[in-house]
């Protein structure tokens, strides 16, 4: 079987999620502009950082969104926006989709369990590719800070979870997984002096004069919530104002979801369970999503990695099975052409349906952090991957 031999498991893998995203590069390219604006997005803000120009706002000749991630990331995009358009495309896709993969197959997890993780958000990945987001870099970066952490890198996951934050600042979340090992204060150290590398590293290319009016300008972006439409997201916020139909208070939601984690920190015992600490993860990469008023399907992919992962966590009983069956058919299944396009626009969009899965998922999730009892095996990572399947 293709899980008990790991090198034929890392091929089938990668090879599955390569061709997908290739699939999905020649199919952005081919559709021309409209299809790849996310990539010229992404394409075009390198090349307005070294033009000196401004990377927000409409760049209505170029593309249709707009730029909402750092100046460092557009510094960082540059290997990608100098190769030929299509090669670039597939190189965004590649490494989006390959990211994603081998932080899973770090995960201290039996290959059983992360063939069950693959199937679970292959969908998700597929919509990530097809849209050119970010996403998968950003749950392979939340991924990789736990690994790293695991194996006692703190450096690395510094790094991690400093990238992941010069992409969106929702992957700063990451960092709480810090709290969970020793060595804090030398791990915000590095966290620190990663921050203020990164933060500097376009200064290759720009002045620093241009340098801090582009990071006002991306604060300003951020803190207006500029290009963020709780009507059109797929989050807490956008649920209860199309179920409640009422104006909700975005900051007062993600307050309430940051007071849910606190009591998860304070179970201090329970740190030293691994299990305890891949749940938490679990919840994380949930809550980077859901908590985000700006969040839009392909963003899902974190979300749904943070389902599949729940749900390898615990023993297979029918309402897990069921919970995560459902979890797939209404987060993912629920943007193909499975269902009628009549009832995505009549129910599936107005009520923001894909979210929900996920609400209850993180809900669920928080409840066995806050109540259930963690034996704490030997501390170390093969604990998981050495359970029978």
Request: charged share 10%.
């Amino acid at each position: 079987m293709i899980v008990s031999d790991r090198r034929l498991f890392v091929a089938v893998a990668l090879t599955v999620f390569a061709v997908a995203a290739i699939v999905a590069a020649v199919h952005g390219y081919a559709g021309g502009p409209r299809a790849m604006d996310n990539f010229l997005v992404f394409r075009n803000s390198y090349v307005h950082l070294v033009e000196g120009t401004t990377l927000y706002g409409p760049h209505p000749g170029e593309h249709g969104a707009c730029f909402e991630y750092s100046p460092t990331f557009a510094y960082l995009f540059a290997p990608i926006a100098l190769m030929p358009q299509w090669l670039g495309m597939g190189a965004w896709c590649l490494l989006n989709s390959l990211s994603l993969v081998a932080a899973i197959l770090l995960l201290p997890l039996s290959n059983t369990r992360k063939l069950i993780v693959f199937a679970m958000i292959f969908l998700e990945a597929c919509i990530m590719l097809q849209n050119q987001e970010s996403t998968g870099l950003r749950a392979a970066l939340m991924l990789l800070t736990f690994v790293c952490l695991e194996r006692r890198m703190a450096s690395v996951a510094a790094l991690c979870v400093v990238a992941g934050g010069f992409i969106s600042v929702y992957g700063c979340a990451a960092g709480v997984l810090f709290l969970f090992y020793p060595h804090r204060v030398r791990s915000a150290f590095y966290m620190a002096l990663w921050a203020a590398a990164l933060f500097v590293l376009p200064l290759a290319v720009v002045s620093l004069d241009h340098l801090l009016w582009l990071y006002g300008q991306w604060w300003h972006d951020l803190s207006s919530g500029r290009g963020d439409s709780v009507g059109s997201s797929l989050s807490v916020t956008a649920v209860l104002a199309a179920w409640l139909k009422v104006q909700v208070n975005q900051t007062l939601v993600q307050a309430a979801g940051i007071a849910a984690f606190v009591p998860v920190l304070f179970r201090v015992k329970c740190h030293d369970s691994l299990r305890y600490r891949l749940l938490t993860l679990a919840t994380l990469l949930i809550w980077v999503v859901i908590f985000n008023h700006g969040a839009g399907s392909p963003a899902y992919v974190i979300a749904m990695t943070g389902i599949a992962l729940w749900f390898v966590l615990e023993p297979f009983t029918p309402g897990r099975i069921a919970a995560a069956a459902l979890a797939v058919v209404f987060t993912s299944v629920i943007c193909t052409g499975v269902f009628p396009r009549a009832v995505r626009e009549t129910w599936c969009a107005p009520y923001a349906i894909k979210a929900v899965p996920s609400i209850l998922v993180w809900a669920w999730a928080q409840w066995c952090l806050y109540t259930r009892r963690f034996a704490v095996r030997d501390g170390g990572s093969p604990a998981l991957a050495n359970q029978p399947d």
